[in-house]
């Protein structure tokens, strides 16, 4: 599976931003879908998760700005991102999971000003 994330940029804290991911196959037959995040200096970690029966996980810290959402006719992974903060900032990567195979993509970055 091949992913590509985009929608990152520069964005005013309290302010929104929405992260897609294509990915290059049915997303329907990948158990898990998510979003991780890399902060300058520190280690991966996930932001969210949605799994292939609409299962989600949400880092505690992003619990009720982020949404994660996916659409299954258009093999599209989304990440909405409200009330951002910024702690946010980081490198935002899309992630699939499929038993015996995880795949990454390119990482899209997302700064927080003050």
């Known amino acids: 599976v091949q992913l590509q994330a985009s929608g990152g940029g520069l964005v005013q804290a309290g302010g929104s931003l929405r992260l897609s991911c294509a990915a290059s196959?049915?997303?329907?037959?990948?158990?898990?879908m998510g979003w991780y995040r890399q902060a300058p200096g520190k280690q991966r970690e996930p932001v969210a998760t949605?799994?292939?029966?609409?299962?989600?996980y949400y880092k505690d810290s992003v619990e009720g700005r982020f949404t994660i959402s996916r659409d299954i006719a258009k093999n599209m992974l989304y990440l909405q991102m409200n009330n951002v903060e910024r702690e946010d900032t980081a490198v935002y990567y899309c992630?699939?999971?499929?038993?015996?195979?995880?795949?990454w993509g390119q990482g899209t970055q997302v700064t927080v000003s003050s």
């Open positions: 992630y699939a999971w499929k038993p015996a195979n995880s795949y």
């Open positions: 196959e049915s997303i329907s037959s990948i158990h898990i």
């Open positions: 949605i799994s292939n029966i609409d299962s989600t």
